[in-house]
T-cell receptor, first 113, second 112 residues
Framework: DGGITQSPKYLFRKEGQNVTLSCEQN?????MYWYRQDPGQGLRLIYY???????QKGDIAEGYSVSREKKESFPLTVTSAQKNPTAFYLC????????????FGPGTRLTVL | SQQGEEDPQALSIQEGENATMNCSYK?????LQWYRQNSGRGLVHLIL?????REKHSGRLRVTLDTSKKSSSLLITASRAADTASYFC????????????FGKGMKLTVNP
């Protein structure tokens, strides 16, 4: 059953703590993306990776970090430097062609207590 | 930065009616895509239209693209309650990196 998975679905964090969100895909896609979505807003790009061991900052990378050690995995760490981390986080993947669509995971809702 | 802007921001219709959503964008694009998001879920791709295409159909969906006006529209015909969702347009700019830029979305409510 191919697809893209994110875990956990809900995550609670205390202020000052780092937390890592998981994203895994078995679609053999080269590119992976992390987006942040706030209520009533569109998606804003945090980081993206077009190939293993390489990634680029998106529009709102401050306070976040990523790694791409394996093609299937693209974890996102929300650090304590992120001032307003409460949001819905979406991971996506796609093949390299510009006409290919993105496939999204179900999302992780992060709440800072 | 957000490339697309959907209009209207919210639309409420009765089942069976048609729903039209518009999207305007700022820079030249390679293609424009429409996605749907059910509440609290991930996005699902609906349809893609290339910059050299003017109209495309997929089931009850019809998308048009006017590159001279930098706008696109998504028409859902014979709407159903299950079409209730948020709809986003997204585009990849010409000559840019392989990033999709999303609009803020439009909330469609289809009343049974």
């Amino acid at each position: 059953d191919g697809g893209i998975t994110q875990s956990p679905k809900y995550l609670f964090r205390k202020e000052g703590q780092n937390v890592t969100l998981s994203c895994e895909q078995n679609l053999n896609h080269d590119a992976m993306y992390w987006y942040r979505q706030d209520p009533g807003q569109g998606l804003r790009l945090i980081y993206y990776s077009q190939i293993v061991n390489d990634f680029q900052k998106g529009d709102i990378a401050e306070g976040y970090s990523v790694s791409r050690e394996k093609k299937e995995s693209f974890p996102l760490t929300v650090t304590s430097a992120q001032k307003n981390p409460t949001a819905f986080y979406l991971c996506a993947s796609r093949r390299r062609s510009s006409t290919d669509t993105q496939y999204f995971g179900p999302g992780t809702r992060l709440t800072v207590l | 930065s957000q490339q697309g802007e959907e209009d209207p921001q919210a639309l409420s219709i009765q089942e069976g009616e048609n729903a039209t959503m518009n999207c305007s964008y700022k820079t030249s694009i390679n293609n424009l895509q429409w996605y749907r998001q059910n509440s609290g879920r991930g996005l699902v791709h609906l349809i893609l239209i290339r910059s050299n295409e003017r109209e495309k159909h997929s089931g009850r969906l019809r998308v048009t693209l006017d590159t001279s006006k930098k706008s696109s529209s998504l028409l859902i015909t014979a709407s159903r309650a299950a079409d209730t969702a948020s709809y986003f347009c997204a585009s990849i700019t010409q000559g840019g990196s392989e990033k999709l830029v999303f609009g803020k979305g439009m909330k469609l409510t289809v009343n049974p």
